[in-house]
């Protein structure tokens, strides 16, 4: 039986949000694609991190901040944190387990080819390691 990889579950074509582009605008976007996270990319189109429908709220509104004059890229923590479109299922979740991370964007090379959600990872995992994934990401 074959591994199943990051490329199996993902959801393809993930889109960038600028990282000079505003909070704002990433609420937007977040919205016309229904979704809660956006890789941010910033020159060349490489990827500098992810924002979260809950980082506009946590890090912008609730500090008061205009979404309109706060840029994507300076909401980017760190490195980013990827996985690999050909990574298996138990290196998901020990990228997602170690990072305490629920969506991870998918790389091929150096071109992101998707986003891998919490919800993915534990579809494609054995019941009990679901249970594991989703109680390692809950605690604090």
Request: charge should be negative; charged fraction near 25%.
């Given at each position: 039986?074959?591994?199943?990889?990051?490329?199996?579950?993902?959801?393809?074509?993930?889109?960038?949000?600028?990282?000079?582009?505003?909070?704002?605008?990433?609420?937007?976007?977040?919205?016309?694609?229904?979704?809660?996270?956006?890789?941010?990319?910033?020159?060349?189109?490489?990827?500098?991190?992810v924002?979260?429908?809950r980082?506009?709220?946590?890090r912008?509104?609730?500090?008061?901040?205009?979404?309109a004059?706060?840029?994507?890229?300076?909401?980017?923590?760190?490195?980013?944190?990827?996985?690999g479109?050909?990574?298996?299922?138990?290196?998901?979740?020990?990228?997602?387990?170690?990072?305490?991370?629920?969506?991870?964007?998918?790389?091929?090379?150096?071109?992101?080819?998707?986003?891998?959600?919490l919800?993915?990872?534990?579809?494609a995992?054995?019941?009990?390691?679901?249970?594991?994934?989703?109680?390692?990401l809950?605690?604090?």
């Open positions: 039986m074959a591994t199943t990889t990051a490329r199996d579950i993902m959801t393809g074509g993930a889109q960038c949000v600028q990282a000079h582009e505003s909070a704002f605008d990433a609420a937007r976007k977040l919205t016309e694609l229904q979704v809660g996270a956006l890789p941010i990319c910033g020159e060349n189109n490489r990827l500098v991190g924002i979260t429908d980082d506009i709220v946590v912008v509104l609730g500090k008061g901040l205009a979404p004059e706060v840029e994507t890229g300076t909401l980017a923590q760190g490195e980013a944190v990827t996985i479109a050909d990574d298996g299922v138990d290196e998901i979740f020990a990228t997602m387990t170690q990072h305490k991370v629920r969506r991870l964007p998918v790389i091929d090379g150096t071109d992101l080819v998707g986003m891998v959600a919800a993915d990872a534990a579809r995992l054995d019941t009990p390691d679901a249970g594991r994934l989703v109680a390692a809950s605690t604090d």
